[in-house]
C-alpha cells in the first residue's frame, strides 16, 4: 500500500483523546457530499478502487463526527469491498468497534492496518493508544516507539504525550516524564501535554508545578471536563478555596452532564 494512501489518516484519526469523544475522529470537510455515495467511482482499475475506498472511508469518517454509528459501518464495509488494504478504512472500522466496545474486532482491525504498513506513525500511534487502555502497557509502548521511529510522521507531539500519558496510568512516573517533555518541546502549547504534565506533577505531590502547566494549558482558553476538575483538585491540593469554588462552578455550568461534574456534584453531597 502507497505511503500517500495513509495520508488521510492525518484528516480523520488525530490522536485519539484529544477530544471529548476519546474514540472519534475529529469533524471535517469533505469534498463529496454525504447523499453523493451513488456517484462514487466503481472502475476496475485498482486506483480508481482506491479513490472509491477513500470517497467511503471519508464518508464513514462524517457520519462518525454526527453518531451516526451504523451508516459510518456501512460505509467502511463498502470501502473495504473496493480495496481490502485500504489502510484508512481498517483504522476508522477498528475506532468504530473500539468505541462500541466491540474490542476483540478492533483489535483485529488495528493489527490488520499495521501489518499492511508497519512503520506507518498514524497506526502505529493509534493502535498503541487502544492497548494501552486494555492495560497492554509494554506493547502498547512498542507502538509509540515504532510511531515516533517514522521519519514522516507529522504529528510526534501526539504519540510522546500519548505515550507519556499510558507510562502514567501504570505509575511509572520517571518513564512517562521524558515523553511529556519531549511533547512540549515539539510543542510547547500542546494542550494533552500540558493536562498530561499537570496531572503527573499532582499526583507526584507536586502541586505548585501542576498549577504552573494548568496556567499554561488556561492560556489556551479550551477548557474540557478533564482541565476543570484537575484544576478543582490542585486549588484543593493547594488549600486555595476560592479557585476551587471557581472551577467547580465552571464544571458545573459549562458540562453538568459530564462524568467529571457528577463526581464532583457526589463529592460535594457527601
Not at 121 to 142: H, I, V
Given at each position: 500500500?502507497?505511503?500517500?494512501?495513509?495520508?488521510?489518516?492525518?484528516?480523520?484519526?488525530?490522536?485519539?483523546?484529544?477530544?471529548?469523544?476519546?474514540?472519534?475522529?475529529?469533524?471535517?470537510?469533505?469534498?463529496?457530499?454525504?447523499?453523493n455515495?451513488?456517484?462514487?467511482?466503481?472502475?476496475?482499475?485498482?486506483?480508481?478502487?482506491?479513490?472509491?475506498?477513500?470517497?467511503?472511508?471519508?464518508?464513514?469518517?462524517?457520519?462518525?463526527?454526527?453518531?451516526?454509528?451504523?451508516?459510518?459501518?456501512?460505509?467502511?464495509?463498502?470501502?473495504?469491498?473496493?480495496d481490502?488494504?485500504?489502510?484508512?478504512?481498517?483504522?476508522?472500522?477498528?475506532?468504530?468497534?473500539?468505541?462500541?466496545?466491540?474490542?476483540?474486532?478492533?483489535?483485529?482491525?488495528?493489527?490488520?492496518?499495521?501489518?499492511?504498513?508497519?512503520?506507518?506513525?498514524?497506526?502505529?500511534?493509534?493502535?498503541?493508544?487502544?492497548?494501552?487502555?486494555?492495560?497492554?502497557?509494554?506493547?502498547?509502548?512498542?507502538?509509540?516507539?515504532?510511531?515516533?521511529?517514522?521519519?514522516?510522521?507529522?504529528?510526534?507531539?501526539?504519540?510522546?504525550?500519548?505515550?507519556?500519558?499510558?507510562?502514567?496510568?501504570?505509575?511509572?512516573?520517571?518513564?512517562?516524564?521524558?515523553?511529556?517533555?519531549?511533547?512540549?518541546?515539539?510543542d510547547?502549547?500542546?494542550?494533552?501535554?500540558?493536562?498530561?504534565?499537570?496531572?503527573?506533577?499532582?499526583?507526584?505531590?507536586?502541586?505548585?508545578?501542576?498549577?504552573?502547566?494548568?496556567?499554561?494549558?488556561e492560556?489556551?482558553?479550551?477548557?474540557t471536563?478533564?482541565?476543570?476538575?484537575?484544576?478543582?483538585?490542585?486549588?484543593?491540593?493547594?488549600?486555595?478555596?476560592?479557585?476551587?469554588?471557581?472551577?467547580?462552578?465552571?464544571l458545573?455550568?459549562?458540562?453538568?452532564?459530564?462524568?467529571?461534574?457528577?463526581?464532583?456534584?457526589?463529592?460535594?453531597?457527601?
Amino acid at each position: 500500500m502507497p505511503r500517500k494512501s495513509c495520508l488521510v489518516l492525518g484528516m480523520m484519526v488525530l490522536a485519539l483523546g484529544l477530544a471529548a469523544c476519546k474514540h472519534d475522529p475529529g469533524i471535517i470537510k469533505y469534498p463529496t457530499p454525504m447523499t453523493n455515495l451513488n456517484q462514487a467511482p466503481h472502475d476496475t482499475t485498482q486506483e480508481d478502487k482506491q479513490a472509491a475506498a477513500q470517497t467511503h472511508t471519508q464518508l464513514a469518517a462524517a457520519y462518525m463526527g454526527q453518531n451516526h454509528l451504523k451508516e459510518a459501518e456501512t460505509a467502511l464495509r463498502k470501502a473495504l469491498s473496493f480495496d481490502d488494504k485500504y489502510i484508512p478504512a481498517h483504522t476508522m472500522l477498528a475506532i468504530l468497534d473500539w468505541r462500541i466496545d466491540r474490542l476483540q474486532d478492533a483489535d483485529n482491525e488495528f493489527r490488520t492496518a499495521v501489518s499492511l504498513d508497519p512503520s506507518n506513525g498514524d497506526t502505529n500511534n493509534n493502535y498503541g493508544k487502544f492497548l494501552c487502555e486494555q492495560g497492554k502497557r509494554d506493547e502498547a509502548m512498542k507502538h509509540f516507539q515504532r510511531a515516533l521511529a517514522d521519519p514522516f510522521y507529522k504529528t510526534p507531539a501526539v504519540a510522546n504525550t500519548n505515550a507519556g500519558t499510558c507510562l502514567a496510568k501504570f505509575k511509572d512516573y520517571a518513564g512517562a516524564e521524558p515523553y511529556l517533555h519531549k511533547a512540549l518541546e515539539i510543542d510547547p502549547n500542546y494542550g494533552p501535554a500540558l493536562l498530561a504534565m499537570a496531572q503527573l506533577d499532582l499526583e507526584q505531590g507536586k502541586a505548585f508545578e501542576a498549577r504552573g502547566y494548568m496556567q499554561r494549558f488556561e492560556s489556551s482558553g479550551q477548557a474540557t471536563p478533564e482541565s476543570l476538575l484537575l484544576g478543582y483538585q490542585i486549588a484543593t491540593r493547594l488549600g486555595d478555596k476560592d479557585t476551587a469554588t471557581n472551577y467547580s462552578n465552571r464544571l458545573q455550568d459549562q458540562f453538568p452532564n459530564s462524568a467529571q461534574a457528577q463526581s464532583l456534584n457526589g463529592q460535594n453531597h457527601d
